[in-house]
């Protein structure tokens, strides 16, 4: 077990949908990062948080937003779903200094877009 | 029906014997490096990391070579189990201003045969 809890394990939802992802980081991680895993790209890595601020973005789409709140659990929102948005989303969680510590991932919410 | 996704490498070991699972990696700055573990259904699963300033360091059953001259990142497996397979991929790190940067590899699967 990594620590990082990621609800909900699965999401079947509609084509024009919005939904919502959640993330608890490990105890003391300050840092939450967001991964889209799909069949045919790999790890795709979405946007980053340290401490409630962005601090990096990745591939990701305007359709789709974060943040971290002050608790430090996280949030990814993505609206106006497309079937090419069915994936594995992941959370993972680093602890500081954030530089050069690994990261330790959640099982991951596979979304299904019908 | 076919199916479309990412044409992993695979490495096929006999139960008992030691694997060895290759990466190369891109940027000459990178100055961190760590192997996941991803078995199917669940996320990314650290297994050991090193620093640039490291040839070698070891795990329990695991050891990670860098091989800076090549940009050469290897993971050796001893006594590789059925519980072992899974797919393995490296990620390299390097510090990119205030913050880090992390590139992943696609990824080899490992069958172990019993």
């Known amino acids: 077990d990594s620590g990082v809890t990621q609800t909900p394990k699965h999401l079947i939802t509609a084509t024009g949908q919005r939904v919502t992802l959640r993330c608890s980081p490990r105890?003391?991680?300050?840092?939450v990062y967001w991964y889209q895993q799909s069949l045919d790209q790999g790890l795709q890595f979405l946007i980053q948080?340290?401490?409630?601020?962005?601090?990096a973005k990745g591939n990701i789409l305007e359709r789709f937003s974060a943040q971290q709140f002050p608790d430090l659990h996280s949030e990814l929102n993505l609206s106006s779903l497309e079937l090419g948005d069915s994936a594995l989303y992941f959370c993972?969680?680093?602890?500081?200094?954030?530089?050069?510590?690994?990261?330790?991932f959640g099982n991951g919410t596979r979304l299904t877009v019908t | 029906g076919e199916s479309v996704g990412l044409h992993l490498p695979t490495l096929s070991v006999q139960e008992g014997d030691n694997s060895i699972i290759n990466c190369a990696y891109s940027?000459?700055?990178?100055?961190?490096f760590i192997w996941y573990k991803q078995e199917s259904g669940k996320g990314p699963q650290f297994i050991i990391d090193?620093?640039?300033n490291m040839d070698k360091r070891q795990g329990q059953r695991v050891t990670v070579l860098l091989n800076k001259t090549v940009k050469h990142l290897s993971l050796q497996i001893a006594a590789t189990q059925p519980g072992d397979s899974a797919v393995y991929f490296c990620?390299?790190?390097?510090?990119?201003?205030?913050?880090?940067?992390?590139?992943w590899g696609l990824g080899t699967s490992l069958a172990v045969n019993p």
């Open positions: 948080y340290y401490n409630g601020e962005e601090r």
């Open positions: 940027n000459s700055a990178s100055d961190y």
């Open positions: 990620a390299e790190n390097w510090e990119a201003g205030n913050n880090r940067k992390l590139i």
């Open positions: 993972a969680s680093s602890a500081p200094p954030d530089r050069s510590s690994p990261l330790h």
């Open positions: 090193i620093r640039s």
């Open positions: 105890s003391g991680d300050l840092s």
